[in-house]
């Protein structure tokens, strides 16, 4: 019998929800998304979230899994860099069951997509000290030591030159500030020589949308340590979302 979960994934610019099969790490079926309501109040992305568990109804016994895309302390909202303040000091958990009248499991985005990569997909495997960072609407940042995660881990906004990273090197800042392809790359390229100077990982993983486009910009990049694609490419935050949630189920 395959062995099912379900992921929802609540970003800046869309909320995407499927059914993962947690023996393959994959969906089970395509994924369904809705535009991240504006503004991103708790009331209205919780029933956004409704909207999409309720377009596959999962059964009853399924482990349901949701990345946020800010830090989520013990199932408490503390920062909200993307989506409305509202959210900050909220049980997220509670604000999905009102809405859906599930139990979830609730986790950091980025924390979802670096345990779906830990378990299915770049890091599957490896021991060290791996970085993994999404680059979508900000810049989300974990890391696996030796197959343990640390949680809630902020480094998409260190300051560089006076700003806060996600700024200047996140996927949405080519649109936010005109960036030209070799103007994005560079602010790249600025970004993670800081983070291997302060942490000198044995290995990159880079997710988010833009990772499918990885071969037009990770090539260019002049760094000490290994960096790749992620595998799952922007699907590690809802399998990682469905594992989390099957694994503390
Ligand atoms: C948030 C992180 C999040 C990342 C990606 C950042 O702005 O602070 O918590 O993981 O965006 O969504």
Not at 148 to 174: C, K, M, Q, W
Not at 204 to 213: L, N, T
Request: charged residues 20%; proline residues 5%; hydrophobic residues 45%.
């Amino acid at each position: 019998m395959t062995h099912i979960g379900f992921g929802v994934d609540i970003g800046g610019s869309g909320i995407k929800g499927a059914p993962v099969d947690l023996d393959a790490g994959e969906f089970l079926e395509g994924r369904f998304r809705i535009p991240t309501p504006q503004p991103a109040t708790p009331e209205a992305v919780g029933a956004t979230v409704a909207e999409v568990i309720a377009h596959f109804n999962p059964a009853p016994e399924i482990a349901i899994g949701v990345a946020f895309p800010g830090v989520v302390q013990h199932g408490v909202v503390r920062t909200a860099a993307n989506v409305d303040d509202a959210w900050i000091g909220t049980d997220l958990g509670a604000v999905i069951r009102d809405h859906s009248g599930r139990d979830v499991y609730v986790l950091n985005d980025a924390d979802a997509a670096g345990y779906g990569e830990f378990r299915y997909g770049a890091a599957h495997g490896r021991d060290g000290v791996i970085f993994l960072a999404t680059l979508g609407t900000g810049i989300g940042t974990a890391m696996i030591v030796d197959g343990t995660l640390v949680p809630n881990l902020e480094f998409g906004h260190i300051i560089i030159d006076g700003h806060d990273a996600e700024e200047y090197a996140a996927e949405s800042a080519r649109d936010r500030h005109s960036l030209s392809d070799d103007e994005w790359i560079a602010n790249l390229q600025r970004y993670f020589t800081e983070i291997e100077n302060l942490f000198w990982p044995d290995l990159f993983i880079v997710g988010g949308g833009v990772s499918k486009e990885h071969a037009s910009f990770l090539p260019r990049l002049s760094l000490r340590t290994p960096i790749v694609p992620a595998e799952l490419f922007n699907a590690a935050g809802i399998v990682g979302a469905a594992a989390a949630a099957a694994a503390h189920h």
